[in-house]
């Protein structure tokens, strides 16, 4: 049986509101951050450093030794709103550390809207933001983007396949 192909266009973005290190009664006085709002989610990767071991004697190959595992950095992309919720989540990271680091998912939703993956993220900071590229010649948007580090991605099937 073929599965479906589940289309990339069809997602939401949540941020928790809390720092992953904070006790939940502090960790609920901080908002919540621009959840769902985004036209383009990148970096949903991982990487293993590998390195190459030559053993004496062994002519036909070289071992492949694994060294250290690293994530890749979650790029938001979204249209310039009037909400500050991104910008401020940046600055925290860079002034303060309460309210710095969040938690979060990327769902990946079915044609028919329900959910069917989700990648979650933990202890998330607000690495790099940029702002819009302005031109008086163009009618673009303006978009901005921010880059969250974090310390791994756990992926979870939310529908089983051959459900709507």
């Known amino acids: 049986m073929i599965e479906d192909v589940l289309p990339a266009f069809r997602f939401l973005v949540t941020l928790q509101p809390g720092d992953a290190y904070l006790p939940p009664a502090q960790a609920a006085l901080l908002p919540l951050v621009a959840s769902g709002e985004f036209m383009e989610v990148k970096g949903l990767g991982a990487d293993l450093e590998v390195t190459a071991y ?33 910008w401020s989540w940046y600055v925290a990271g860079l002034t303060q550390s309460l309210g710095a680091r969040r938690d979060g998912s990327v769902i990946l939703l079915t044609a ?53």
């Not at 004697?57 to 071992?63: F, K, P, S, Y």
């Not at 702002?131 to 978009?143: D, H």
């Open 54 to 86: 030559a053993e004496g004697g062994v002519n036909d190959h070289m071992h492949q030794l694994p060294v250290r595992h690293s994530w890749m950095r979650i790029s938001l992309r979204r249209g310039v709103v009037r909400d500050r919720g991104l």
């Open 112 to 164: 028919a809207g329900t959910p069917a993956m989700s990648w979650t993220f933990q202890a998330g900071l607000a690495a790099k933001w940029v702002g819009p590229e302005l031109n008086a010649m163009q009618g673009a948007v303006a978009v901005e983007s921010l880059e969250i580090a974090h310390q791994g991605l756990v992926s979870v099937l939310l529908s089983p396949p051959g459900t709507p």
